[in-house]
């Protein structure tokens, strides 16, 4: 690449800085609304003074190279501008918002530390060292110390907790208070399998009661069944269902009939019995009148 070339580069790049710090003059009042801790809101309310002094710097050095400003809008602000309002667009002022507004303006920052830095070196390369480099490193001296302020911000110091702290602490506490109502949902299903087996006991025994009853307590209790179904929503249509069905099959004659059946058959096995019986007596008789 020809020096020609380079010097050509160099002022694109400082035409895309000016651009760049034009955008950050307009969205930084906008952070600094938003911001909630005070230290924050300065420190961003400081920058904003250096970042109009740093356009001046750059419209300066235009003067001295002899050459027009001319306009390069630049595509990477644009980007890192339109992330930082989607990540803090909806969010309350909390921590958060004030962790997510200081890892916007860390992007900025780094974007310019890059770009001063790349800039300066360009400046020192093409024979501009002077007032052009000396204007160059104090906008990159400033991006330097913004940049290891919001550090100290996010991270805190000896004496103070951080931003980031105190969001990963407000994170903590809104994950607890799911996790104590999730600790209440096992408790809440063991009770609801326990109404359960209550409830399958209950029908059980409700089930061996009606085998025993007749046909017209069977009726009553379907009837009490269907007022209980009818005034408790509460109650399940699925409970309604099996209910209804284990009722409906003691109404049933197989069902009623079963215990009836059952002692029928023990009263022929008696009959079968005692005949055995006599016809043992009989032969008993029969041998002892043989013997005599
Ligand atoms: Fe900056």
Known sequence: MKTHDLHKLFVDELADMYDSELQIIDSLPKLIKLASLKDLKDSLSKHLLETKNQAKRIKKIFTILGIPLNKKPCKAMQGIIHEAEEIIKNKPKS???????????????????????????????????????DLLQSNLNEEGTADKKLTKIADGTFFSSGVNS????SQTASKRK?????????????????TTGRSTKARKASTATKDKTSPRTATKKTSTISKRSVK?????????????????RARQPSALNHHASRSSSA????????????SSSKMKSGFAAGRK
């Open 95 to 133: 921590a958060t918002l004030d962790a997510a507004i200081i890892s916007a303006a860390q992007k900025v920052e780094h974007y310019e530390i890059a770009s001063y830095g790349t800039l300066r070196s360009f400046a020192n390369h093409l024979s501009l060292k002077g007032e052009i480099a």
């Open 267 to 278: 009263s022929k096995l008696k009959s079968l019995l005692s005949h055995g019986n006599k």
């Open 178 to 194: 799911p996790a104590a109502s999730s600790s209440r949902t096992p408790k809440t299903a063991s009770k609801a399998k326990t």
């Open 232 to 248: 408790s929503p509460a109650l399940s249509s699925r409970t309604r269902a099996k209910t209804t069905s284990t009722v409906t």
């Open 166 to 169: 105190e969001a990963a602490k």
